[in-house]
C-alpha cells in the first residue's frame, strides 16, 4: 500500500516547514484584512496551513501555491464571518487588532493610518485592493482567486479606490499607491 | 516607500505562530485530518456551549439570551412584510416616525402566549392594527435545530374574524378585505409583530366598533436531514476541482429534451467529487457558475450529481442548497419533459442521463438580495455560506398549533383619533417623463395616513391617443412632502388608470410608511409642488 508521508510533500521545491514560513505573513494579512479580532485570526492562519499540509493538490508553481493560500485563507475567513454569533460578539476593534500585529495608530506627524482607513472599507474592497496594490496581481489574476468577474472586480477596483481616496483628504494617489 | 505599502509590511505573523502550526500538522492525528473538513463548526459548537453555560452562571434571567445564542440558525424573517408603523427613510435618507394613530393597548394571554393589540391607525374605509405576541416564559416562537427551521414569515394564527358593529366581513369580497401578515425581522425568538389590514367599500369606519378574534399560533417550518457533506460549504466543494467554463452550458431549449425554462444544462464532466457520507457513490462530475438563461448576466452556481444507484436517485433529487446563516433553502431544478408520443408529458427530475442538475441562485436569498429586487451575481463569497442538505419538508407535516387558544378584542374607532383626510381640489399641470408627451392637469388629491389618490385629466390628446399613454406600473410615485421638508415617497404599490373614452386618470398609492396628514404641506408629481394646506 502506498501510504503518502506528509511530512515529505514537495510544494514547488519547499518542504511544508518552508512553505509555511514564506507564506505565513501573506496569510496573516489576508486574515487580518477579513477577521473582526485576533482568535479569528488565528483560528484562520491555523486552518489555512493545516489544509496546505492536508491538500492533494498538485502545485504548478510556487506563484500557484501562495494564490491557493489566499483563497482558502479567503473563504476560511468567510466561514467564520458567516456564523451567527460571530456577528454579534465582537471581541476587539478594528485598531486593537492592527495594534497587535504591527500597525500603531497614528504616524509620527498624528496623520491617521491608511491600513486603519482600508480596514474601515467594506469586505469586498479591502481585499481587492490589497491584492492588487499590495501583492500586485493583475485584475484577471485576482478574479481568478475570488472567482469573480473580471468587469465586477474592475468596478470593485475602482469604487474600493474612490471610497479610499474620498476618506484620504491629506494624501495624494501618489503617497499611497504609486 | 509608499505609505500603503509600509504599512502592510509592517503586518506580520505573530512570533511562535508559525511554529506551532508546524508542530501542530505533524501531530495531527488521523481523527483530526478526518475532522478537518468540518473543523470551523465543531469550534464554533464548543465555544458556544462554553458562550451559553456563561450565560446561565451569569444571569438568572438569561433564558431568553440563551435561546438566542442556542439556535444553530440565525433567527430571521427571510420574507418580511412592510411594517406601516414602523420608522420610515425619506429620499434624502432622513428618519421620520409616524406617531399619530389610535392606542388599543389590550393583552390577552392565553396558552403561554400574550398577545398585545397596541395600535390603529384608519382612515374612512381601511385601517391597519398593530398586534405582537411574546411567550410568557421567554420560550422561543420559533423551532430552530439541526433538522428543522421555522418559517417565520409563515406563522400566523389559523382563524380569524372580523367584526364591525357586530357584523362580520368577509376576508375576501368584492366590498371587503382583510389579511394578517408577520412584520418583524424575527430577531427576537420570543417576540413577534403581526399587522392586520381591514378595507371595507361600504362601510365607513368612523365611530364603529371592531372585533377581532384571533384563534390558534401556527408554525410553519423546514424540516431536514444530514447527508454527511464532507465539506465546510459549497465554496469548499467548489475548490475541489476545476470550474467548467460557460462554453460547458447549454441554453435548455437548444438540446434533444425539452427542458424546464431558466437553466442551463451543464456538459457531463470528467470530475469524481464524492461529498456525501450517506450516498458514499454519488459524486458530483461537474460544477460551475454560469447565468441562468441567455437573456440573462447574473450568475448562479451549479452542479451535476451521478447518483450512483436507482436508490440514490430518489433520494438525491431531494438535495437542496441550505444557507447556513438563515436555515433557508435556494435550490433550482434543471426538469426534463419527455413525451410518450401521444398526450402524457411526464416531468423527470433527473437529466436523460441520469445525473441530477441543481443550481443556487442567491437573487432568491433575501440575505443577499433584499427585497428581491432584479438578479445579482452568485459569487464565491456567497456559497461558503451554503451547504447540501436533504429536504424532508415534502415528507412530513410541517405545521402545526403552536399555542392552542382564542385572542379576541373589541374596541371603537375613536372618531377623534382618526387622522385627518386631505381631500382637495386643486390644478396644476405635470409632464409625466415615460413618454414625455403629455400633460397632465391634476385635478383633486386625496390623502390619508394611509394612502394617496389623484384624479386628473390628460390635455391635447385624442381618446385613441390614451394606447400610448403610460400604464400604471410605469407612473412614477408622487412624493409627500411635510411642513419640515421631509420628502415622503407614496410608493410602488400604484394601482389604477384610465378609462378608454374618457380623459381622465385616477391613481392611488399604498404608503409603505403612515404618515401624519397633520403635518403634510404637499405632494410633488413629476417635479412639481402641488400644495395641499
Redesign the interface.
Known amino acids: 500500500m502506498n501510504i503518502r508521508n ?2 515529505e510533500r514537495d510544494f514547488v521545491g519547499l518542504t ?2 518552508q512553505a ?2 514564506k507564506y ?2 501573506t ?3 489576508i486574515c ?1 484584512l477579513r477577521c473582526g479580532n485576533e482568535e479569528d485570526v ?2 484562520c ?3 489555512v ?3 496546505l ?2 491538500s492533494k493538490v498538485t502545485f504548478e508553481s510556487r506563484e500557484h501555491v501562495k494564490a491557493w493560500l489566499i ?2 485563507a ?3 475567513c ?3 464571518h ?6 454579534n ?1 465582537v471581541l476587539s476593534s478594528d485598531n486593537t487588532l492592527l495594534e ?4 500603531v495608530k497614528g504616524t509620527e506627524d498624528n496623520s491617521d ?3 486603519e482607513i ?1 480596514m474601515s472599507l467594506p469586505m ?1 474592497y479591502r481585499q481587492v485592493i ?1 491584492l492588487y ?2 501583492e500586485e496581481y493583475k485584475t484577471n489574476e485576482i478574479a481568478q482567486i ?4 473580471e468587469s ?1 472586480l474592475k468596478s470593485q477596483l475602482a469604487r474600493g479606490r474612490k471610497i479610499l481616496k474620498s476618506k484620504l483628504g491629506g ?1 495624494s494617489n501618489e ?4 | 516607500m ?4 509600509y ?2 509590511d ?5 512570533e511562535g ?2 511554529e ?3 508542530i ?3 501531530n ?1 492525528t488521523s481523527s483530526e ?1 478526518r475532522k ?1 473538513a468540518i ?2 463548526k465543531k ?2 459548537s464548543l ?2 456551549v462554553v ?1 451559553i453555560a456563561a450565560l446561565f452562571v451569569l444571569s438568572s434571567t438569561s433564558i431568553f439570551a440563551a435561546y438566542k ?1 442556542n ?1 444553530k ?2 433567527n430571521e424573517n427571510t420574507a418580511q412584510s412592510l411594517n406601516h408603523f414602523d420608522t420610515g427613510v425619506d429620499a434624502d435618507g432622513n428618519a421620520y416616525t409616524y406617531d399619530g394613530g389610535q392606542k388599543i393597548d389590550q393583552t390577552l394571554a392565553v396558552d403561554n402566549l400574550d398577545v398585545t393589540c397596541a395600535k390603529m391607525s384608519a382612515d374612512s374605509h381601511s385601517a391597519y392594527i398593530q398586534f405582537s405576541v411574546s411567550t410568557k416564559d421567554g420560550s422561543s416562537l420559533v423551532e430552530n435545530s439541526d433538522t428543522k427551521v421555522s418559517i417565520a414569515a409563515r406563522q400566523k394564527f389559523e382563524n380569524i374574524n372580523v367584526k364591525i358593529d357586530g357584523v362580520e366581513i368577509l376576508p375576501r369580497a368584492v366590498d371587503s378585505y382583510y389579511h394578517i401578515q408577520r412584520v418583524d425581522d424575527a430577531s427576537q425568538p420570543d417576540k413577534a409583530e403581526l399587522e392586520l389590514y381591514i378595507e371595507t367599500e361600504k362601510i365607513d369606519l368612523t365611530g364603529k366598533s371592531i372585533s377581532v378574534s384571533l384563534e390558534n399560533y401556527q408554525d410553519e417550518w423546514y424540516e431536514y436531514q444530514d447527508i454527511g457533506f464532507r465539506y ?2 459549497i ?2 466543494l ?2 475541489q476541482g476545476t ?1 467548467a467554463s460557460e462554453d460547458e452550458f447549454l441554453p435548455s431549449d437548444k438540446i434533444k429534451y425539452s427542458f424546464d425554462a431558466g437553466m442551463r444544462l451543464l456538459n457531463a464532466g470528467t470530475k469524481k467529487i464524492y461529498f456525501s457520507d450517506k450516498y458514499p457513490e454519488a459524486y458530483i462530475d461537474n460544477m460551475g ?1 454560469a447565468p441562468r438563461d441567455l437573456s440573462d448576466k447574473d ?1 448562479c452556481f451549479y452542479i451535476t450529481i451521478v447518483p450512483g444507484s436507482e436508490e440514490n436517485t430518489k433520494a438525491l433529487q431531494k438535495l437542496v442548497f441550505q444557507n ?2 438563515t436555515g433557508m433553502p435556494n435550490t433550482q431544478k434543471l426538469m426534463s419533459q419527455k413525451s410518450d408520443g401521444q398526450k402524457w408529458v411526464m416531468s423527470e427530475e433527473t437529466l436523460p442521463d441520469g445525473r441530477i442538475e441543481i443550481a443556487l441562485d442567491v437573487s432568491a436569498d433575501d440575505m443577499y438580495n433584499p427585497g428581491g429586487r432584479g438578479n445579482i ?1 452568485t ?3 456567497n456559497i ?2 451554503y451547504t447540501l442538505i436533504y429536504n424532508k419538508s415534502y415528507e412530513v407535516e410541517t405545521k402545526n398549533i403552536r399555542y392552542t387558544g382564542k385572542w379576541a378584542f373589541d374596541f371603537n374607532v375613536n372618531a377623534n383619533k382618526m387622522d385627518t383626510e386631505i381631500s382637495k381640489d386643486v390644478d396644476s399641470k405635470v409632464t409625466e417623463t415615460k413618454t414625455n408627451l403629455h400633460t397632465i392637469t391634476v385635478n383633486h388629491v386625496d390623502l390619508t395616513s394611509l394612502q394617496l389618490k389623484i384624479n386628473a385629466t390628460i390635455l391635447n390628446m385624442d381618446t385613441w391617443e390614451f394606447e400610448s399613454f403610460p400604464v400604471a406600473g410605469e407612473i412614477s410615485s408622487p412624493y409627500i412632502i411635510m411642513k419640515d421638508g421631509t420628502r415622503i415617497s407614496a410608493g410602488i404599490k400604484v394601482e389604477g388608470g384610465y378609462q378608454k373614452g374618457e380623459k381622465t386618470v385616477a391613481y392611488g398609492w399604498m404608503l409603505p410608511s403612515l404618515v401624519d396628514t397633520t403635518k403634510v404641506e404637499a405632494i410633488e408629481w413629476y417635479g412639481v409642488r402641488i400644495y395641499l394646506q
Open positions: 506528509d511530512n511544508y516547514d509555511v514560513i505565513s505573513d496569510v496573516t494579512r487580518v488565528k483560528d492562519y491555523q486552518n496551513f493545516l489544509k499540509y492536508l483563497q482558502v479567503i473563504h476560511e468567510s466561514d467564520l458567516r456564523q451567527y454569533w460571530k456577528k460578539v497587535i500585529f504591527g500597525i493610518s491608511v491600513l482600508v469586498k490589497y496594490y499590495y475570488l472567482k469573480i468577474n465586477t494624501f503617497e499611497i499607491f504609486i | 509608499k505609505k500603503f505599502l504599512e502592510f509592517n503586518v506580520k505573523t505573530p505562530w508559525a506551532e502550526i508546524i501542530k500538522a505533524e495531527m485530518k478537518l473543523f470551523n469550534k464554533i465555544k458556544l458562550i445564542l439556535a440558525y440565525k465546510s460549504s465554496a469548499e467548489a475548490m470550474l457558475f450568475k447556513m446563516t451575481d459569487t464565491m463569497e461558503s455560506n
